[in-house]
């Protein structure tokens, strides 16, 4: 059974800085491309990044590029989002996923596994 546990979630001001982690347990994690999605209320979840099995292809929302960095270290079973020039818009509650498979995706329905969410609040 694939569990993912994220962290990192908090308050912060406009502008501030946040790094969120998803450890991952239950199967090969270096086989599967990982995701960070975010859902606000009353709005459908989002996709924020993806990235490969390897680390060597990373993709972004629009709406996040240049300011957030989605990165994986294999050897730890981790993935990261560095989250940075934070603005209101970006509260939420930021969901880790892993990959049915390797390449990463924007898609939701690509990702077979989900963590409960981090909650990232930013104020103005």
């Known amino acids: 059974q694939v569990q993912l546990v994220e962290s990192g979630g908090g308050l912060v001001q406009a502008g501030g800085s946040l790094r969120l982690s998803c450890a991952a347990s239950?199967?090969?994690?270096?086989?599967?491309?990982m995701g960070w999605f975010r859902q606000a209320p009353g709005k459908d979840r989002e996709f924020v990044a993806a990235?490969?099995?390897?680390?060597?292809?990373?993709y972004y929302a629009d709406s996040v590029k240049g300011r957030f960095t989605i990165s994986r270290d294999n050897a730890k079973r981790t993935v990261y989002l560095q989250m940075n020039s934070l603005r209101p818009e970006d509260t939420a509650v930021y969901y880790c996923?892993?990959?049915?498979?390797?390449?990463?995706?924007?898609?939701?329905?690509?990702?077979?596994?989900w963590g409960q969410g981090t909650q990232v609040t930013v104020s103005s």
């Open positions: 996923a892993e990959q049915s498979s390797g390449s990463g995706s924007s898609s939701l329905r690509d990702y077979r596994y």
């Open positions: 239950g199967r090969p994690f270096f086989t599967y491309g």
């Open positions: 990235i490969n099995w390897n680390g060597r292809s990373s």
